[in-house]
């Protein structure tokens, strides 16, 4: 994993593929797994009550449910799934980038979602194991998303396996939601790339999930560690081409009190699954760094990682600067963060990527940012169990710590800060000048940095983390990482500002610029732009959400399109 590690990092100075490496985009993959005439039913919608606001939701630290008797139904979970991976609108817009041509065929057009991927290719599948009590009957059932519908690929309940691959906690309920990734999705375009894109698009997912719950006053508890060749063989999986990267346990209204299930029913053979389509691209490569790096993961068996161990690793304080001479600078209190008063499912309904259009005409207001930084830090609280795995009343610790490049923030001073969540303020670090070198350490053309105005990094200790938690610490990381970035999303939608994030920039040159302020084991992972955007561009959104009395998801105050995902190599719309 290390090795993996190493050659993402280094990757704007060697290329990670051994050969030269462009997509096919004529022999793309199909963006969804379809199973041809496996039964089911449409999903109803239930979203969350208007007067549960985004800001409640995406802050929310604790797991436990916060109103009585809270739980999942059919129509709630429906509304989760719609609103995360599901196709919220058609979207179109009117730009001079040539990587638009042709969105208005409806053959090639975008779909927006409520979840952040890298690339606009969510390589990710939703999988519901379905125990009794839920209404349904009892089997496994895949999320189809373009039908907002949930296809039966097996009869009978299976919640018992997936109890025992998480180590046999009997707390775990009998609902879950078991989220694989398929990687030829991502991988066509990314390459040897693509394992440490797609962990990111995890932890968006993830993240989606847990807002949406908080706002019911439903506590989720994301399992990233447990027996994941089990559930990958219970759901016919080739772990080579698709896996099990996260379960999630579904607390359900009207279940059984925790613990009180009784002893796990005996185990049965796992069902014979339904066949998908098979696979639409006519080649199908394979990477072998990425297929080792997962396969890694996949495949450890040491217990979970201690969470001391974990937030040691982590190393969330600061290092002096080099030379041992301590920035004299006095940290700046920043305002009272702006209101998120959108509803969750406005806010995803809005979400959206800005590329190319942030203005610096406009200042971005401190109390704004305030907003954006205090919602990014608390994504970072993805994993709600302390050691990834088993149940814990210690919370997990956070992995990533924030620093920003200030520019055009009306009330802040610009320069690079590292931005303290408990104190709320930006405490100065010694760096570069903003402008030009965040332009030349980008690797794209879509971007105008400069333009920006305010430039987050999501800073780790990559190699300690994976040293603490072996090789599935990079999974852990990076789903960490995306969650930040779903959480800065969902902020700026709600504000009406722009946001953008990316990958494609230059690894080292970040590193050593940032290193002699925060300590050279820490790396830059992720980029996140936010600001104000232009105002002249022609867009056309077309939602697929039909109004519900009272304002629903479909009717929302900054309605965005999505690029395409052809404009950006790296990117994550």
Known sequence: MTRYLDAVLRRASVPMEAEPFEPDWQDQPRSHKIYPGAPGFPLPDEVPPSAAPLEEALLARTPEPRAAGAGFTVPLLGGMLRHSYGWLSRRLQVTADPGQGGREAYAHAAWARGSAAGGGLYPCEIYWVCGPGAGPLPGVYHYDQPAHALRRLAAGDVSPQVREALGGVLTAGRQFLLVTVRFWQNAFKYGEFSYHCVTMDLGCLLRTWQTWAAACGIGLRPRLWYDEPALDRLLGLDPVTESVLA?????????????????????????????????????????????????????????????????????????????????????????????????????????????????????LSAADLAALLQAAAAGRHLRADGDGGRVSSRPAPALTRLAVFVQHVAGAPAGLHLYDSAAH?????????????????????????????????????????????????????????????????????????????????????????????????????????????????????????????????????????????????????
């Open 425 to 573: 303020v930006l405490v100065p670090l010694p760096g570069p000048a903003p402008h030009p070198f965040l332009q030349r350490s980008y690797t794209l053309n879509n971007y105008n940095l400069e333009q920006a105005a305010a430039v987050l990094f999501v800073l780790a200790r990559p190699h300690a983390v994976v040293a603490a938690a072996g090789p599935r610490g990079h999974r852990l990381l990076n789903a960490e990482a995306g969650a930040v970035a779903q959480a800065a999303y969902l902020a700026a939608a709600s504000l009406g500002t722009g946001c953008g994030a990316a990958l494609g920039f230059d690894y080292e040159a970040l590193h050593a610029a940032l290193a002699p302020a925060v300590g050279p084991d820490t790396w830059p992972l992720l980029l996140l732009m936010a600001g104000h955007e232009r105002c002249d561009r022609p867009r056309f959104d077309a939602p697929l959400v039909p109004n519900r009395p009272g304002g629903g998801p479909s009717h929302h105050p900054h309605p965005h399109p999505r690029p395409s995902p052809r404009t950006d190599r790296t990117g994550r719309p």
């Open 247 to 363: 379960v999630v346990p579904l607390p359900w209204r009207g279940a059984a009190e925790a613990g009180s299930d009784g002893p796990a029913p005996s185990r049965a053979p796992a069902p014979r699954m339904a066949a998908p389509l098979p696979e639409r691209s006519r080649t199908v490569l394979r990477f072998p760094a990425a297929e080792a790096a997962h396969l890694a993961a996949a495949y450890d068996t040491g217990p979970p990682p201690d969470p001391d161990a974990l937030a040691e690793a982590a190393g969330q304080e600061p290092d002096p600067p080099a030379g041992g001479q301590a920035d004299v600078s006095a940290p700046v209190p920043l305002p009272a963060p702006a209101r998120l008063g959108a509803g969750v499912a406005e806010a995803l309904a809005a979400r959206r990527s800005s590329f190319g259009r942030f203005s610096a005409h406009r200042p």
